[in-house]
């Protein structure tokens, strides 16, 4: 529970980040979650639960991939098969390549390492994503010019300290559709970008080493090989190009909304570092929790689908316990907060998380809006 670049070959910017030093609230959230773990004799990691899942979500993807190419004949088969399909990619990258690469799946790296590898096998890279996701974002979470994934280019302005161009005020209706083509360009653009630029937003980053460049091609070939070559042995270049369309635009549209609604929402603080000094006021801790919102905590459906990223503060303090204990740690969290006058905010569902982002895309599109949440007077010491 460290900033997430500390200890990993840290990333380099435009100039360095730093936090409020006060670690009461971080010390005191750690040891009572140590303590429930202590007590009820529950594993963080290596529980039968992520290895079970696991089973389901592959045999899923498997399922609907063999069916989509090899007995679908008609539309109105393959293109709910397309649908099946994206969703159950969504599904791996959500539960079993986030936990693994964030060393939450399991004791052992080995373990770790090939869990996050399943991001290679549907199209992405997993050595990029850890620096863009575990190194990057995880610490400069919603700090704007820092946290590469609040970057929507000149198409969207999702914090206050992003300008605004004239057309921003319909982004609340055009970014939709937008958001499902995140997966095309990260399968198919960005991670080659990336890879020769050497920079993730306004960060430098580690080459990568050999092993890691290995992984990275020979993932991209295998993903290559199933959405592509093995398809056209079979079918038409049209139909593989839009069936791929159809799964890339649900996974793209699944895992673009889920990170909008934990922290691009009006109850998200969107902080800037004090002007020279280039540090943020809040300790770390308390940056992670302020910046993110759950959403759906009740829903046993949600959190089974999304990995317990519906527990985003949970997970932004928490990275290395598996999701499969957010719902229970929550309670813990939560109380904490409130006892050190932290701001822990969530919605009730998703589809009031779906809907708060709406207005906070509208709210940001609008001329003369800062949209700035006041920030809780009691968290000011810590």
Known sequence: MTPAGRGRGAVSSAGALKFGTNSAFQ???RRRVDEYFRATGRRQRDCWQMYLKTAILIAGLAVSYLLLVFAAHVWWQSVPLAVLLGFAAAGIGFNIQHDGGHHAYSNHP????LMAMTLDLIGGSSYLWRWKHVVIHHTFVNVT????DLNLGIFGRVTPHQPRLAFHRWQHLYLWPLYGLLAIRWQLVDDFRRLIAGRIGSHRIRRPAVTDLITL???KSIFFAWAFGVPLLF???SAVLVHYGVAA???GTSLSVVFQVAHCVEEAAFPLPSAGAGRIERAWAIHQAETTVDFARHSRVVAWLLGGLNFQIEHHLFPRISHVNYPAISKVVEQTCRDFGVAYSEHRSFREGVTAHFRWLRRM?????NGQRRQPESASSF
């Not at 080995?110 to 390492?113: A, D, E, H, Q, R």
């Not at 010019?145 to 590469?148: C, P």
């Not at 599109?365 to 809006?369: E, F, L, V």
């Open 365 to 369: 599109g609008m001329p003369n809006t």
């Open 145 to 148: 010019g820092h946290d590469s």
């Open 249 to 251: 635009l649900v996974l």
């Open 217 to 219: 091609v020979a993932g």
């Open 27 to 29: 010390l005191e959230v």
């Open 110 to 113: 080995s373990i770790n390492k």
């Open 235 to 237: 079918h038409p270049v």
